[in-house]
């Protein structure tokens, strides 16, 4: 997962932490013209050209992936410490939970 973002916040008893937001990168899929059956094929080809040549016009057309919020953690420093995390965003951590544990490897 990725790093989104890192902020500087205090939780309700007054003691300084940071909320690390991760998100997992995720391919675009491709988009899928269809056209009905019972068009001609010459004519269903031309559509589907038109289609995509308007698809690739439009904003965001050339963004391959995209992010999905995956994980919002709040830790104090002596937790970041215990961890041995020191995170900034875009940094790629590979993050697993099992049995309750909670583990962070950079990669």
Known sequence: MKV?????????EGR???RIDFVEVREKPPMVMMT???VPKEISQVMVQIGQTVQKSMPGANIKEYELQKI???FTAEELEAFNLKPYPNQIYEVTITNGNL???QV
């Open 4 to 12: 989104s973002s890192v902020k500087g916040i205090r939780d309700p």
């Open 16 to 18: 300084e932490g940071f």
């Open 36 to 38: 009905p059956t019972s």
């Open 72 to 74: 919002s953690i709040t």
């Open 103 to 105: 583990n962070f490897i």
